[in-house]
Every structure is written in structure tokens, then in C-alpha cells.
């Protein structure tokens, strides 16, 4: 059995996104657990429907989905659909696995409806850059570790 350290037994709390820095860390209290490189919208920041912009603001993860699908496993309308996708295309595909994420303020309580997620990409080459159409992007591998650390429930925050 391998033990692990009091850091890794405390139960993660948030994830706190910077638009501006293009990074996504993931915390337990005031301690980084992790921390991931991202792509967020190349159409800028806002709640409208069909601007395919990253809204702001508070968030939850309201559902997890892809559990023990395959990496870069291609899905539509969040069915995985058996296809494993190539890296590159101009296609902003949503792979490997997502966290649908519900809006806590009036400002972005569209988002549930608006279908932003987090979720793995095949457009590996653009993390870092405001590239996807609203949602939040990280490499399939790093995706595959941030679902496996997070629960339903977990507040995210968006800022900036």
C-alpha cells in the first residue's frame, strides 16, 4: 500500500481559471494542487447565446462524462461516438472527457445551456492561446488527470 502525504489526503475544492494567463489550477484551500495550460475562446469573453465566448464568473461542475472512455475519443452532443480522433483539423473537437459546467451568478446562468465545458481537444498545439469556441480546452492526457481529481459539485471560478 502506498501512503500518501496530508496534502494529498485533503479533498480538492476549487479551480480557478485565468483567461489572461491561459491556466487552470486546481486547489485544495490556498494550496496548488496542480496546475494546466488552456485554451479558452478566440472570440473573447461573454454570456450571450451563440457567441461562442468563455463567460466569467462562478461555476459548478455539474455533470462528469467519459468515464473510462479511451483518450481522444471523439464525442458529439456529449455521446462518446467510438471514433479516436487525429491531432490538428480545423474542427474544434470535444475529446477524451468533459465537466459540464452550470453558471452560480445572474450574469452567466446561461452556461448549462450554452454546452461550456472543460474537456480534451484535438488541437493540442493551441493550448496556451484563445483558441476553442467558449469552452475551456486541456490536453487529452491532462484532461484525463483533472477529471480523475475532481467531483460533481466542485466550484470553478473564471476570471480575467
Keep these: ?9 485533503k479533498p480538492l475544492e ?11 489550477e486546481l486547489r485544495s484551500g490556498q494550496q496548488l ?7 479558452s475562446s478566440r472570440f473573447g469573453l461573454g454570456t450571450d447565446v ?11 461542475i455539474c ?7 479511451p483518450s481522444w475519443m471523439v464525442f458529439k452532443g456529449r455521446i462518446p461516438t467510438g471514433e479516436i480522433a ?21 450574469e452567466n446562468e446561461n452556461t448549462k445551456e450554452r454546452y461550456i465545458y472543460i474537456h480534451g481537444t ?3 498545439e493551441l493550448i496556451g492561446t484563445p483558441a476553442s469556441q467558449g469552452c475551456i480546452r486541456l490536453r487529452n492526457q491532462e484532461m484525463i488527470d483533472l477529471y480523475d481529481r475532481v467531483a460533481t459539485g466542485m466550484e470553478v471560478q473564471i476570471h480575467a
Design 50 to 60: 451563440g457567441s461562442f465566448r468563455t463567460p466569467l464568473g462562478r461555476f459548478r
Design 86 to 106: 487525429t491531432p490538428g483539423g480545423e474542427e474544434d473537437q470535444v475529446l477524451t472527457r468533459i465537466l459540464w459546467l452550470e453558471g452560480l451568478d445572474k
Design 14 to 24: 476549487s479551480i480557478i481559471i485565468g483567461i489572461e494567463q491561459q491556466v487552470l
Design 122 to 124: 484535438n488541437q493540442e
Design 63 to 69: 455533470e462528469k462524462i467519459g468515464d473510462h472512455v
Design 33 to 39: 494542487a496542480a496546475s494546466y495550460p488552456i485554451s
Design 1 to 9: 500500500m502506498i501512503s500518501k502525504s496530508p496534502e494529498e489526503t
